[in-house]
């Protein structure tokens, strides 16, 4: 079993920058594929970034590319999701997710672990 307890949201202007984490309990950490999922009021939570068991593999949805970084420190058992240049739109819940095939999946249903989800609010 792996819990996951995500932090680092918050308010911000539009154009800001956040940086969220999500640590992770158990030894396991480092063969997971890490996922950042984020779900806005009223709408069905959707992927953002996700990053494979060794971190060399990224994916990312269209809408964060250029803005958006995903990393891990496996050493920490930590996963990272740096926000740049944010927009009002980006504004929701996220969700890590560990995926314990490792493999790099932008499908929310093969995410095995989820976090309780950390508030992002950007204003304009």
């Known amino acids: 079993q792996v819990q996951l307890v995500e932090s680092g949201g918050g308010l911000v202007q539009a154009g800001g920058s956040l940086r969220l984490s999500c640590a992770a309990s158990?030894?396991?950490?480092?063969?997971?594929?890490m996922g950042w999922f984020r779900q806005a009021p009223g709408k069905e939570r959707e992927f953002v970034a996700a990053?494979?068991?060794?971190?060399?593999?990224?994916y990312y949805t269209d809408s964060v590319k250029g803005r958006f970084t995903i990393a891990r420190d496996n050493a920490k058992n930590t996963a990272y999701l740096q926000m740049n240049s944010l927009k009002p739109e980006d504004t929701a819940d996220y969700y890590c997710?560990?995926?314990?095939?490792?493999?790099?999946?932008?499908?929310?249903?093969?995410?095995?672990?989820w976090g309780q989800g950390t508030q992002v609010t950007v204003s304009s």
């Open positions: 990053l494979n068991w060794s971190g060399d593999n990224r």
């Open positions: 158990g030894r396991t950490f480092s063969s997971y594929a």
């Open positions: 997710a560990a995926d314990r095939s490792g493999r790099l999946t932008a499908r929310r249903y093969e995410y095995d672990y």
